[in-house]
């Protein structure tokens, strides 16, 4: 059993800066692939970036491609995203996911484990 607990989301301005950060219980957060999800109001949710277990491959959707950075410490059990160059358009709720495997997913059902999300706001 995994408990993800994020962290760092809040209200910034277009152009501006956010990191999320999701702390992980467990022993076994290093065989762990993770991922960032978002729900906008209204829409579905959707992939934004995953790394693998290792940290040595990443995934992200086009639209954050670019500015966004998603990184892991192992030794810490923390995965963190890092958003630069935010738009309206990001404003989301942010959930972190594991996946009990090595490798990305880049779909929902490809997780096992969600965190309860940290709200992200960009004014325009």
């Known amino acids: 059993q995994v408990q993800l607990v994020e962290s760092g989301g809040g209200l910034v301005q277009a152009g501006g800066s956010l990191r999320l950060s999701c702390a992980a219980s467990?022993?076994?957060?290093?065989?762990?692939?993770m991922g960032w999800f978002r729900q906008a109001p209204g829409k579905e949710r959707e992939f934004v970036a995953a790394i693998s277990y290792n940290g040595d491959s990443t995934n992200y959707a086009d639209s954050v491609k670019g500015r966004f950075g998603i990184s892991r410490d192992n030794a810490r059990n923390t995965v963190s995203l890092q958003m630069n160059r935010l738009k309206p358009e990001d404003t989301a709720v942010y959930y972190c996911?594991?996946?009990?495997?090595?490798?990305?997913?880049?779909?929902?059902?490809?997780?096992?484990?969600w965190g309860q999300g940290t709200q992200v706001t960009v004014s325009s």
């Open positions: 467990g022993r076994t957060f290093s065989m762990y692939a």
């Open positions: 996911a594991a996946r009990r495997a090595l490798w990305i997913g880049v779909r929902g059902g490809e997780y096992d484990y």
